[in-house]
Nanobody, 116 residues
Framework: QVQLVESGGGLVQPGGSLRLSCAASRSAFSINDMGWYRQAPGKQRELVATITKGGSTNVADSVKGRFTISRDNAKNTVYLQMNSVKPEDTAVYHC??????????WGQGTQVTVSS
């Protein structure tokens, strides 16, 4: 069973930066697309960014130009570099991975709070 473990969340001031990491435990099957989603209090979970195994990315308009998704296939790890953060970026950030023959797996989430 593949498990995803997120790290890097915390409190950051508006305009600051934060880097989230999500590491997948060793998988017997190929890990295809990976992504980051977020859920703010009282709101539905929304897409932040996704990345294919080949490195093609899809980034939400709300974070385009500020957030960058990347991955290290050798480490089965996906990253989210968050720059110029805003209070509206406050949310629980979840990563997911599409595992061949196993479907989509989710991490437990990491809290990001943007506040002065």
């Amino acid at each position: 069973q593949v498990q995803l473990v997120e790290s890097g969340g915390g409190l950051v001031q508006p305009g600051g930066s934060l880097r989230l990491s999500c590491a997948a435990s060793r998988s017997a099957f190929s890990i295809n697309d990976m992504g980051w989603y977020r859920q703010a209090p009282g709101k539905q979970r929304e897409l932040v960014a996704t990345i294919t195994k080949g490195g093609s990315t899809n980034v939400a308009d709300s974070v385009k130009g500020r957030f960058t998704i990347s991955r290290d296939n050798a480490k089965n790890t996906v990253y989210l570099q968050m720059n110029s953060v805003k209070p509206e970026d406050t949310a629980v950030y979840h990563c997911n991975a599409n595992v061949a023959y196993r479907g989509v797996v989710w991490g437990q989430g990491t809290q990001v709070t943007v506040s002065s």
